[in-house]
C-alpha cells in the first residue's frame, strides 16, 4: 500500500490506532527534499539552508585607527574596500583568508555618526592563537587593552583565554589553539 492508498474508514479504536501506525510508517518513508522542517513544518528546500557564516559586522567610530588595530595589530589583512558615497558609508573587510574561504570581519564607518552605544547584548569575537602568552606581551607592548590576562578558563580549564579591547570598546577574546 502507497501512502496515497491508504484508506481512512476507521471503525474501532484498535482499527485507528493500526491504520496511524500504517499512516506514520508510510509517511516516514516519503523522501524529503530538506534536511529539516521549520516549526511550522514547512519544509525548507535543501539547497536553500543556510550553509556558511559569511562575516560579523562591527560599527567603528574612526576607520583609520580600527584598520591600524586589526591590520597591525592583529595581522588581519585588508580583503576588499568599499565607499558608498551616496550611502555616506564605508565598509572593510578584513581577514586571516579569503572571504571565499572563511568568515570575516566588516567594518562600517558611517561618515556622519561617530556615537555608538555597544549594548549589553553584544559578547565578543573570538581568535585562535598558537601562543596566547607570547601574543599579549606583544599586545601589551602596542598599548593594546588587555581587559583579561591570558590564563585557565574559569570553569573550563583546559582553555587557555585572555581578552582585548578593541579602539570601539569591542571586546575580543583570545584562545590558544595549537
Request: net charge negative; charged share 20%.
Amino acid at each position: 500500500m502507497t501512502p496515497t492508498q491508504v484508506s481512512l474508514s476507521f471503525v474501532t479504536t484498535e482499527q485507528f490506532t493500526n491504520n496511524l501506525k500504517i499512516i506514520n510508517r508510510a509517511c516516514a518513508s516519503i523522501p524529503r527534499k530538506s534536511g529539516f522542517n521549520d516549526e511550522k513544518g514547512k519544509n525548507m528546500p535543501h539547497n536553500n539552508k543556510p550553509h556558511r557564516l559569511l562575516h560579523t559586522m562591527l560599527r567603528v567610530r574612526n576607520l583609520d585607527t580600527s584598520l591600524d588595530f586589526y591590520t597591525e595589530k592583529l595581522g588581519m589583512r585588508i580583503l576588499r574596500r568599499e565607499d558608498y558615497s551616496d550611502g555616506k558609508f564605508t565598509l572593510v573587510f578584513l581577514g586571516y583568508e579569503d572571504e571565499s574561504d572563511a568568515t570575516v570581519l566588516e567594518l562600517t564607518h558611517n561618515w556622519q555618526d561617530s556615537d555608538y552605544n555597544l549594548g549589553s547584548a553584544y559578547g565578543h569575537i573570538a581568535l585562535a592563537i598558537s601562543d596566547i602568552y607570547a601574543f599579549c606581551t606583544y599586545l601589551e607592548a602596542q598599548n593594546v587593552i588587555i581587559s583579561r590576562a591570558p590564563g585557565p578558563m574559569a570553569f573550563g580549564p583546559s582553555e587557555i583565554i585572555a581578552f582585548i579591547v578593541d579602539p570601539d570598546g569591542y571586546k575580543i577574546g583570545l584562545i590558544e589553539k595549537n
